[in-house]
């Protein structure tokens, strides 16, 4: 069994894991929910295995390194921690029907990972600059960071199509399987502190990487630059929280705009600007 | 009146959140300006890339070294400002809530609580005061008895009192990042040094500027190594440094990237490589004549056998016009007059590899590496770090924890017996509703079983 098997075989299971959310939501049967949280912890597994399977693969190579390091296999530990993420707040929050917008995307992640043909999803050796453990701390921090965002972001879709629904308590319909509007707001503010507060530690690895590996602990890189941008965007959005006392359809847009800034920084940087972090770099 | 408020106009516009938030937002769109413009053009590809009326745009924004102009300073400046009066503002009143202690408890103000429970008792509670005291005991880190009406029993009881000073600690961590950076732009420098193998220098040129340091000390070059992997990507660069001082060694260390040197505050980083000529061997032949060969070291005149010449290698390129390399060659007559040209090492038959009477040939060349070395000095990285774990130390505490108090009224009625509950979190969340909830469950369970 090679690394890649699992990998392919994950991206199929999280298709089913979406679609048995999808289908619980719209016929509001919930013991689809139910096999879709099966599905997905199992996928998880199977995620997880199929990444320490890669990490021992690149041993085997002759030139071992977490499976941390290009474009590949940081969509493959995207994907990972947006599931890890969203089955943490699931066992919190004992919300199922959640889980539609965080496993697609996760499904999403894997598929263009796997199928495109931009992506190289061989094993390849570090180069020198990547060679150092402040990699794996850097890496695993800042995606728990986008994570966070991106389950804060279905949460958001969920709250703005549940409000023009139905203004007021209470809805029917597919979206009655969603949790209140209150608790929505509540678990999206939940999301967005955890999200920012593993951003700050992202941030804060990579710096302290960067002032052993260049000699600055700040360079304004386009890609630093960018999740400087993504941390005021979300700080803005805790201030006008705690002290405005914004709640709701406001937050939900201020949490879209914050996570269009993590997609940014992470592909946008890639293919758009260059600097140190892009991945295209020989 | 009118002028009072003029006057402590601008102060509170600094500290209101709504500046706070426009200053996070601009200082976002300030810092996206920066990565569509590149950034450290020198003056030669600005004026090729844009025309020059942009231009004017672009310099008077400093948009192509814009986290360096004064306008963006200004705005950290003002973010500065903002969190110090905020603080100023807030801060008082906060350790005023803090240390206030309320001594007497009207039940009336707990009916006024959104979070509350009430429920009657079927006779005068005496006989479970003991049993809540102890609960409350229990369940709460600080618990006080409040006065009340006779006969009647209150408390007060709360937990993480001080969760709502961490986001002043927050605050401060900015602060502390600022001042580092600081002090690192005051104190410390940037720039590079090239060192050729078996060297040594102590000299650094400075990054965007024309200027020079003289280190107190030399570093020196050993050996420099590059390794790669059968695909042709770097595997790694290597630097075996000596530091010297007065000539004597102090100290001795390979670096690698990732893996830098520090003496005496000053780092030293493995960043980039190169090749420069060491040595040349050319065959000279005469029109008419046997061809000589010569070994040249790089600047070095060498006397030309059989003649009165002098004969040097001044200059080295890669690729000369892309026809590969080349060396300037210059040869000195008796009476000092320099001649010379380029003479095209992989074309032999090129007609203009020729000085004075001399048809040129290259033979070898070998080169020597030097390596290129960022050298840098931040005294402000250990405040900017401590700033950075205060950060998370704030973030952490401030979201993890919230300042959770409970008030409890429990007297006599006509009836019998009444208590209220009330409570209230400094964090409005839906979590302490529920543990309030439960809370509540759990004291009237205790009392009962009293």
Redesign the interface.
């Known amino acids: 069994m090679t690394s890649s098997f699992l990998l392919s075989l994950t991206t199929f299971a999280y298709l089913v894991c979406s679609l048995c959310y999808l289908a619980g939501v719209t016929f509001r049967f919930r013991p689809f929910l139910l096999c879709g949280t099966a599905t997905g912890a199992f996928t998880l597994v199977i995620h997880s295995a199929g990444m320490l399977l890669r990490w021992k693969e690149s041993y085997d190579l002759g030139?071992g390194h977490a499976p941390l390091s290009n474009l590949y296999e940081s969509l493959v530990f995207g994907a990972w921690s947006i599931m890890l993420v969203y089955f943490l707040l699931e066992r919190r929050s004992k919300q199922r029907a959640l889980g539609v917008i965080p496993s697609v995307l996760a499904f999403l992640a894997m598929a263009y990972a796997s199928f495109s043909p931009e992506i190289d999803s061989r094993i390849?050796?570090l180069?020198?600059?990547l060679?150092?453990n402040w990699l794996i701390a850097h890496v695993i921090t800042c995606f728990l960071g986008y994570a966070a965002f991106a389950v804060s972001l279905g949460i958001s879709v969920v709250y703005l199509l549940k409000k023009k629904d139905n203004p007021g308590h209470g809805s029917s319909g597919v979206l009655g399987m969603f949790p209140t509007s209150?608790?929505l707001d509540?678990l999206n503010y939940q999301m967005i502190?955890?999200g920012?507060?593993w951003l700050?530690?992202g941030?804060?690895t990579g710096?302290?990487?960067a002032?052993?590996?260049?000699?600055?602990?700040?360079s304004?890189d386009?890609k630093e630059?960018?999740s400087?941008?993504t941390w005021?965007?979300y700080?803005?959005v805790l201030?006008?929280r705690a002290?405005?006392r914004w709640r709701g359809r406001k937050v939900a847009w201020l949490s879209m705009l914050g996570f269009a800034s993590v997609l940014f920084t992470y592909f946008g940087?890639n293919f758009l600007?260059s600097g140190l972090h892009s991945y295209a770099v020989? | 009146m009118a002028r009072n408020v003029l006057e402590k106009a601008p102060f509170s516009y600094l500290a209101s959140?709504k500046f706070?938030?426009v200053l996070?937002?601009v200082?976002?769109f300030g810092?996206?300006l920066?990565?569509l413009f590149p950034?450290g053009l020198s003056e030669h590809e600005l004026t090729s890339r844009y025309t020059p009326e942009t231009l004017r745009w672009v310099s008077f924004f400093s948009l192509h070294d814009l986290?360096h102009s004064g306008w963006f300073r200004f705005l950290m400046a003002l973010l500065a400002a903002n969190i110090i009066v905020c603080t100023l503002q807030r801060l008082p009143k906060t350790l005023n809530l803090l240390r206030r202690k309320e001594s007497a408890l009207n039940p009336e103000r707990l009916t006024k609580f959104s979070l509350r429970q009430q429920w009657s008792l079927a006779a005068d509670p005496g006989a479970q005061r003991e049993a809540v005291r102890e609960m409350l005991r229990r369940s709460f880190s600080s618990f006080r008895e409040l006065e009340t009406s006779p006969g009647a029993f209150a408390a007060v009881a709360e937990k993480g009192r001080w969760s709502v000073l961490m986001i002043y600690v927050v605050h401060m961590s900015i602060l502390v990042i600022l001042l580092g950076?600081f002090i690192g732009s005051l104190f410390g420098f940037?720039g590079m040094m090239n060192i050729p193998e078996g060297s040594a220098s102590d000299v650094v040129h400075l990054f965007g500027r024309q200027e020079a340091v003289r280190l107190p000390f030399q570093v020196r070059c050993d050996d420099f190594d590059i390794s790669f992997?059968e695909?042709g990507?770097?595997?790694?660069?290597r630097s075996d440094l000596t530091i010297l001082l007065d000539g004597r060694e102090v100290k001795r260390r390979t670096i690698?990237?990732?893996?830098?040197l520090t003496h005496e505050g000053v780092?030293f980083?493995?960043?980039s490589y190169g090749a420069f000529l060491e040595e040349a061997e050319v065959e000279l032949r005469r029109d008419a004549g046997d061809p000589v060969r010569l070994r040249l070291p790089y600047r070095q005149p060498v006397a030309l056998p059989g003649s009165n010449l002098r004969i040097q290698v001044m200059d080295f390129l890669e690729n000369f016009s892309q026809f590969g390399p080349a060396l300037g060659i210059v040869v000195w007559s008796e009476d000092g007059e320099p001649e010379g040209s380029w003479i095209l090492a992989d074309r032999p038959n090129f007609h203009g590899n020729r000085v004075g009477d001399y048809r040129i040939r290259v033979l070898e060349i070998k080169k020597g590496h030097y390596t290129g070395l960022?050298?840098?000095k931040?005294p402000g990285?250990w405040i900017?770090?401590s700033g950075?774990?205060l950060?998370?130390v704030g973030?952490?505490a401030t979201?993890y924890t919230s300042h959770r108090k409970i008030w409890l009224w429990m007297g006599p009625t006509e009836a019998g017996g009444k208590v209220l509950v009330a409570g209230k979190s400094s964090k409005n969340?839906?979590?302490f509703e529920q543990e309030f909830h439960h809370f509540c469950e759990r004291l009237r369970s205790a009392a009962e079983a009293a």
């Open positions: 030139f390849q050796p180069i020198p600059a060679k150092s209150r608790q509540e502190l955890f920012f507060l700050s530690v941030i804060l710096s302290v990487w002032n052993s590996a260049w000699g600055s602990y700040w304004w386009p630059t960018w400087l941008i005021l965007i700080a803005a201030h006008v002290v405005r940087v600007l020989k | 959140l706070t938030v996070l937002l200082l976002a810092s996206l920066g990565t950034q986290y950076a940037r992997y695909t990507l770097p595997k790694e660069y690698r990237v990732n893996d830098p780092t980083y493995q960043s960022q050298v840098k931040d990285v900017v770090i950075f774990v950060l998370l973030l952490t979201f969340s839906l979590a």
